[in-house]
């Protein structure tokens, strides 16, 4: 449904796809520009365990928000096994910085980039917002994102040593899904994030959600309830224009949180 969704917005909906902000073939975004120039950006990054799923799927979460005048960008990156989770991190870095000293052949505003994702997309949204980023690149500020979304995300990596069909292609060791965890890492600037999980999802995505909201809690801004949602109908809620979530990323963008 998603898939179909999203190749029937492409067909409907002026797009620029698969544009290379890195050397590999994985390394492309799509992007749905709002109406102004200068607009702000959002940035999506797409879930499935770090190893599933393209950004192709979810070009339909661009258009409410392209309503809005929020430009909309969506993110590719190396799937493991083939790719490392550390790589994965890097990867979308990469993208998130091209986007920055891109901003104005895009038209939207570079002092306006807030991110959001989806269950691993989560992880990587937190990720992103521990980032040193002048360390990366002395061309990027500190605070290039200005707040993040992160929706049934993993903060706390050491449980995927259990779960064999997740490790099987991740390879994490104890040392390593420490140090990619966000728990263990502070934020790196005061950015705002948001979380959400829904009612409807196990157990341990809930203590995933409250342990950064614990762990962050100086930039932790709040979390949006998602009653009646199991773990991929939250990602409708976003691309629903009224919903509760699409309102919250929304007020995230514009600077209300």
Not at 11 to 40: M, N, Q, V
Not at 176 to 205: K, N, W, Y
Request: neutral net charge; contains cysteine.
């Amino acid at each position: 449904r998603w898939a179909d969704r999203a190749a029937a917005t492409r067909r409907l909906r002026a797009c620029l796809i698969d544009l290379p902000y890195g050397d590999t073939a994985h390394e492309k975004l799509d992007l749905f520009a709002a109406r102004s120039d200068g607009a702000p950006l959002l940035v999506f990054i797409h879930g499935g365990y770090w190893r599933s799923l393209d950004k192709s799927d979810f070009s339909w979460l661009a258009p409410a928000f392209v309503q809005e005048d929020i430009s909309v960008a969506l993110l590719n990156y190396g799937l493991a096994p083939q790719t490392t989770l550390e790589d994965i991190v890097r990867q979308v870095l990469r993208a998130l910085g091209w986007l920055y000293l891109r901003a104005d052949r895009y038209g939207f505003d570079p002092e306006r980039i807030c991110i959001a994702g989806h269950s691993a997309g989560g992880h990587l949204v937190a990720m992103a917002m521990a980032a040193l980023w002048p360390v990366l690149d002395e061309r990027l500020p500190a605070n290039l994102v200005k707040g993040g979304l992160a929706i049934s995300g993993l903060y706390d990596l050491a449980p995927l040593l259990h779960a064999p069909f997740v490790n099987n292609d991740l390879k994490l060791t104890a040392e390593r899904a420490q140090r990619l965890s966000p728990i263990h890492m502070p934020p790196a600037t005061r950015a705002p994030l948001l979380t959400a999980v829904g009612a409807l999802e196990s157990a341990e995505f809930k203590r995933q959600n409250a342990l950064i909201a614990r762990a962050w809690a100086p930039v932790f801004a709040r979390d949006v309830p998602l009653p009646g949602c199991h773990h991929l109908a939250v990602c409708d809620e976003l691309g629903l224009h009224g919903s509760a979530l699409f309102g919250a990323a929304v007020d995230l963008v514009r600077g209300r949180c």
